[in-house]
């Protein structure tokens, strides 16, 4: 997986946690468990799908279908 692509989606995270004290911009365990009324299991189906190379290409549709996910 590409290192931009990690980065946007670890950014999505700490956009929807508002915390990215921890390595990378990554919100930190508290604020990322503090996360409600997001359905996890989509999202990660979503990122499995990316992981197995149905996502190639077509990555900016992941990143939308996530933020979707989450609400941003």
Request: proline fraction near 1%.
């Amino acid at each position: 997986m590409k290192l931009a692509l990690v980065k946007e989606l670890i950014g999505l995270f700490s956009e929807k946690t508002s915390c990215a004290v921890q390595h990378r911009g990554c919100p930190c365990n508290s604020c990322f468990h503090a996360i409600k009324d997001v359905d996890f299991q989509h999202i990660c189906w979503l990122i499995l799908l990316l992981l197995r190379g149905d996502y190639k290409g077509m990555e900016a549709d992941l990143i939308k279908d996530i933020k979707e996910e989450l609400r941003l």
